[in-house]
C-alpha cells in the first residue's frame, strides 16, 4: 500500500510540474534556512562541552556595590585560588590564570606573536584539552615550561618534534615545551596559542602572591557532583572577607554553562547574552519554515478544482477519508523530503561562504545523530504543517456534488486561506522592521560623540627597546613631515587600563563608593587624542616627576565637587594634584555611560605608542614610516600596529554579525512571500479570468481591473500591519532595554517598512493581473 502511494504521489508531482517545482523552490529554500540556523544554533549551545568536568566548573565573579551601581567582574586576587584548594569538602579544585596575554615567541629566524594564559600548576586537571604530544600530568610542573597548541607549535618548528625545544619568550625568557595540545574548537570561551605555568621569580608574581588588594587575576573552581552552590558562594565571600578590607562585594561562582550564552550582568544580575540572539534565530527558522509551508497550503486549496474529480471518483470506488487524507500527506511528504535532500546539498554548497559571513567554522557532519534527529524533527514539522491542512479539505469533497458538477472548488477554503497569507505578511514586517531597527541601534552608537577623534589614529604596542628609545622615535616620526603627534599610554586608548575604587579627597562623602577607569599618559596624550579639555590645563610642560591627575566630566558629577581644579587625591601614600577636567570619553562599552575617568600623568608610561598622522597623509605612508622606524630601534621585535577606529568598529562585532544574518534571512522570507503571493494572484486571476473578460468587454480600464484584483491582497497586507506592528514593537523594545544608549523605536519605521511591503505586493499582482487584463478578451468568453 506505501508503495502505491508513494507511486501515485510521484505521478501527480510529475502531472503537476509547475506547482510542484514552485512548491519545491519554496519548502527547500525554507529547509535550507532552517538547516543553517540548526547549525549555528547547535554550534552556540555546545559552547565549552569538550570538557569532561563541564557541569562543575565554574568561574569566580564579584558584585561590587560602587554608589548603589553593581558592577560584575571575574577580577580576583592573586592568592585567593590558592586559599580555595583546600579546607572546603565542596571544592574538589581551584585553578588561577592570567587574563590573556600577548607574547611574542622566537625559535631561530621564526617571529610570531601568539596569545595565551599564564596559570597555577592544576590547570589541566580541571580543563580537558585534548593532549597530542606530552602529558597533561607534567607539563606544566616546572615554571619555565609552555605548552602550545598544534598550530603554534607548527609555526614555530614546522614538521619537526617540538617536544623538549627551547623559545624565546619576548627576547628575554627562555621557555621549554613539554607538550602539545589540539587548538581549541571555535565555540570554546577560552581562546589561547599557548599555556605556561606562573613564575613565582617573576617580581610581578611575587608581588602579588599574598597581596590580597588588587583585581587581576582569574579564579575557577571545580566543585563535587552534589554541591550546594550558594554555600559555596558563602565559602568564598567569607574567604575574601577575613583577608581584604572591602567588606560590600558579593562573590559568586558563575558556571561554564552559563560562560557563553549568559553572559550579560546589570546591576548585579544576570540578564542573559547571546542566549537571546539563539532564541531570535529559532523563531526567524519557524517563521521561515511556515512562510514556505503556508506557501504549499495555499497553493495546493487553490488547485483544488484540479484535484476534486479524483477526489470525486475515488471515494465512488470506495476510497474513506482516512485513505484519501494518507494519500495527500504521502504526497506532502514525498516533496518535503525532496525539498529537505535539495536543502542538504544547498548547505554542503553555500556553507563555506556562510561561515565567512558568520566568522565560524560550522561543519555539515552526517555521521552526528543529532543532525539526523534535527532532520526528522524538520521533516515531520514542515510535512505535517504543509499537508495537514490541503490533505483533510481535499479529502473533505462531497464526491456528488463534484460528479454531478456542482462543487464551487476553493470556496470553502478562502478565509483559512487569507489567514494563512495574514501570517506571511506578519512575519515578513516583523523580520524586517527588526532588520531595520538592529541596523539603526549599530549605527546611532557609532555616531556616538566618543570624546576623541579616532581618524588617521594608529597604536603600536610598546617593548622594552621601544620604551628605552621613545624619545629619540619620537623625534624621527615628528621631523618626517607626516605624523602630527605621538603619545604613550598603559593600554589601548579603546580599552579601560584598569578600575578601581575612589581615591580620598577633603570633604569625600562617607557613601562615595565610586568606581573609576584609569589610565597613564605621558605629556602629549590629550594632543594625540583630540580630546577637550573643558577646564585647566594637560600635562604639555609637567615636570618628570608630576603628580597631576586628569578627571572627565563623568568624574566630577560623582564625586559632587564644585571646584575641582586643584583638588588633592589620595590613594595608599601617593598624593595627585587635578589640574584639568576633560569630556568624557568613552573606552569601555559604547551602549553604557561612560565611567568615572582618571588619567595619571607618567612620563614614562608603557603599553601603547599612539599616532596620529597628518590630515591627508595616506595610511599605507605612515605605517612604512613606523615600520621602518620600528625595524631601526626594536629589530628583535615584531612590528605590529592597530588603527584606532577599526579597533573601536570590532565592539559592535554581535550586533553587526547579527545585523548580517538577518538581513539575508528577512530577505528570503519576503521573497518566499512574493513567489506565494505570486502563485496565490495567478491562481486569483484564473479564475476569475472570464470575470475580467466580461468587465473589460463592458468598457474596464486596466488600471480599473489592477484595483480590483489587488483590492482583496491590499486587504490582508493592512491586517496584518496592524498585528505586526505591537508584536515587533514589543520584541525590539525589550531587546534594546538591554542597552543603556539605545534608539527609540517610531512610527515611522513602520511605516516605512508597511510601505515596502505594500509596494511588493502591488507589483506582484500587478504582473500577474496586466497580463491577463491585456489578454484578448474573446479567449476567455469563447466557452460562453
Not at 207 to 236: C, F, H, M, P
Not at 359 to 379: D, H, R, S
Not at 461 to 470: G, L
Not at 488 to 498: D, E, F, L, N
Amino acid at each position: 500500500m506505501i508503495k502505491n502511494y508513494v507511486k501515485i504521489a510521484w505521478r501527480s508531482l510529475n502531472r503537476n510540474r509547475a506547482f510542484s517545482i514552485t512548491n519545491l523552490l519554496g519548502l527547500t529554500i525554507g529547509i535550507t534556512c532552517t538547516i543553517f540556523i540548526f547549525l549555528w544554533v547547535q554550534n552556540e549551545l555546545a559552547y565549552d562541552k569538550i570538557h569532561r568536568s563541564y557541569k562543575n566548573i565554574h568561574q569566580v565573579y564579584a558584585n561590587r556595590d560602587f554608589k548603589n551601581n553593581i558592577f560584575t567582574d571575574p577580577n580576583m586576587v592573586f592568592p585567593l585560588a590558592k586559599a580555595l584548594e583546600s579546607g572546603y569538602p565542596q571544592i574538589k579544585n581551584a585553578v588561577m590564570t592570567s587574563h590573556l596575554e600577548q607574547h611574542q615567541f622566537n625559535v631561530g629566524d621564526v617571529k610570531i606573536k601568539k596569545q595565551g594564559y599564564q596559570v597555577s600548576g592544576k590547570y589541566f586537571d580541571m580543563f580537558s584539552w585534548h593532549f597530542i604530544k606530552g602529558d597533561a600530568a607534567t607539563a606544566i610542573i616546572d615554571p619555565t615550561s609552555v605548552v602550545l597548541t598544534a598550530s603554534t607549535a607548527k609555526a614555530l618548528f614546522g614538521d619537526a618534534d617540538p617536544i623538549n625545544k627551547v623559545v624565546k619568550v619576548d627576547n628575554a625568557l627562555s621557555y621549554k615545551v613539554t607538550a602539545v595540545v589540539a587548538d581549541p574548537p571555535n565555540n570554546t570561551t577560552q581562546q589561547f596559542d599557548f599555556i605556561a605555568p606562573y613564575n613565582l621569580n617573576d617580581p610581578g608574581v611575587k608581588d602579588a602572591l599574598n597581596r590580597w588588594q588588587g583585581s587581576s587575576w582569574e579564579v575557577y573552581v571545580q566543585t563535587t557532583d552534589n554541591a550546594d552552590i550558594a554555600q559555596v558562594d558563602k565559602y568564598i565571600t567569607d574567604v575574601m572577607f577575613q583577608h581584604n578590607t572591602d567588606k560590600i562585594s558579593k562573590y559568586f561562582t558563575f558556571p561554564m554553562s552559563k560562560w557563553h550564552l549568559y553572559s550579560d550582568f546589570k546591576d548585579g544580575k544576570n540578564v542573559g547574552g547571546m542566549i537571546e540572539y539563539v532564541r531570535f534565530f529559532i523563531i526567524i527558522a519557524i517563521i521561515i519554515l511556515l512562510i514556505a509551508c503556508v506557501n504549499f497550503m495555499n497553493l495546493s486549496t487553490a488547485r483544488s478544482e484540479k484535484k476534486a474529480r479524483e477526489v470525486g471518483v475515488r471515494k465512488t470506488l470506495g476510497s474513506s477519508k482516512g485513505q484519501l487524507v494518507l494519500q495527500f500527506f504521502f504526497e506532502s511528504m514525498t516533496l518535503v523530503v525532496t525539498a529537505f535532500l535539495c536543502a542538504v546539498f544547498c548547505v554542503y554548497l553555500l556553507l563555506p561562504q556562510f561561515n565567512l559571513l558568520i566568522e565560524k567554522q560550522l561543519q555539515l557532519n552526517l555521521n552526528q545523530p543529532v543532525f539526523w534527529l534535527g532532520a526528522l524533527v524538520i521533516i515531520l514539522f514542515t510535512g505535517l504543517v504543509s499537508g495537514s491542512y490541503p490533505a483533510l479539505y481535499l479529502s473533505s469533497f462531497n464526491p456528488v456534488k463534484v460528479l454531478k458538477g456542482t462543487f464551487v472548488a476553493g470556496k470553502g477554503a478562502i478565509t483559512p486561506r487569507r489567514i494563512l497569507v495574514v501570517f506571511q505578511f506578519i512575519g515578513s514586517i516583523l523580520l524586517i522592521s527588526a532588520t531595520v531597527i538592529v541596523y539603526r541601534q549599530i549605527e546611532h552608537v557609532k555616531n556616538r560623540n566618543m570624546g576623541y577623534n579616532s581618524d588617521n589614529l594608529i597604536m603600536v604596542p610598546s617593548t622594552a627597546n621601544t620604551d628605552k628609545s621613545f624619545n629619540a622615535i619620537k623625534n624621527d616620526l615628528l621631523k618626517s613631515g607626516i605624523i602630527n603627534s605621538v603619545t604613550r599610554t598603559s593600554a589601548m586608548v579603546t580599552q579601560i587600563s584598569w578600575r578601581s575604587g575612589p581615591p580620598n579627597w577633603a570633604g569625600k562623602p562617607a557613601n562615595a563608593d565610586i568606581i573609576f577607569s584609569n589610565m597613564t599618559a605621558d605629556i602629549d596624550y590629550i594632543k594625540t587624542m583630540g580630546i577637550k579639555v573643558l577646564q585647566g590645563t594637560d600635562f604639555t610642560g609637567m615636570p618628570s616627576d608630576t603628580s597631576a591627575v586628569l578627571l572627565n566630566k563623568a568624574a566630577v558629577e560623582a564625586m559632587q565637587v564644585k571646584r575641582p581644579l586643584g583638588m588633592q587625591l589620595q590613594y595608599g601614600s601617593k598624593k595627585f594634584t587635578v589640574i584639568g577636567i576633560t569630556d568624557n570619553v568613552v573606552m569601555s562599552s559604547p551602549y553604557v555611560p561612560v565611567d568615572p575617568m582618571m588619567v595619571f600623568a607618567d612620563h614614562n608610561s608603557s603599553g601603547y605608542m599612539d599616532i596620529r598622522l597628518n590630515a591627508g597623509v595616506k595610511p599605507q605612508d605612515g605605517i612604512r614610516l613606523l615600520q621602518n622606524i620600528y625595524a631601526k630601534y626594536s629589530p628583535a621585535d615584531i612590528f605590529e600596529y592597530h588603527f584606532v577606529d577599526q579597533e573601536f568598529g570590532k565592539k559592535f562585532f554581535t550586533e553587526e554579525l547579527i545585523s548580517r544574518i538577518t538581513n539575508i534571512f528577512a530577505g528570503l522570507a519576503i521573497f518566499l512571500c512574493c513567489m506565494g503571493l505570486a502563485g496565490l494572484a495567478s491562481f486569483t486571476i484564473e479564475k476569475r479570468f472570464k470575470e475580467i473578460g466580461i468587465r473589460k468587454v463592458l468598457g474596464a480600464s486596466v488600471q480599473q481591473l489592477l484595483v480590483l484584483i489587488s483590492t482583496e491582497f491590499l486587504k490582508l497586507v493592512a491586517i496584518a500591519f496592524v498585528i505586526a506592528v505591537p508584536l515587533t514593537w514589543w520584541i525590539m523594545h525589550n531587546w534594546l532595554q538591554k542597552y543603556t544608549y539605545h534608539i527609540n523605536i517610531n512610527i515611522w519605521l513602520f511605516s516605512a517598512v508597511g510601505l515596502l511591503i505594500l509596494l511588493l505586493t502591488l507589483i506582484v499582482v500587478s504582473l500577474n493581473t496586466i497580463k491577463a487584463a491585456l489578454a484578448n478578451p474573446v479567449k476567455s468568453l469563447r466557452s460562453e
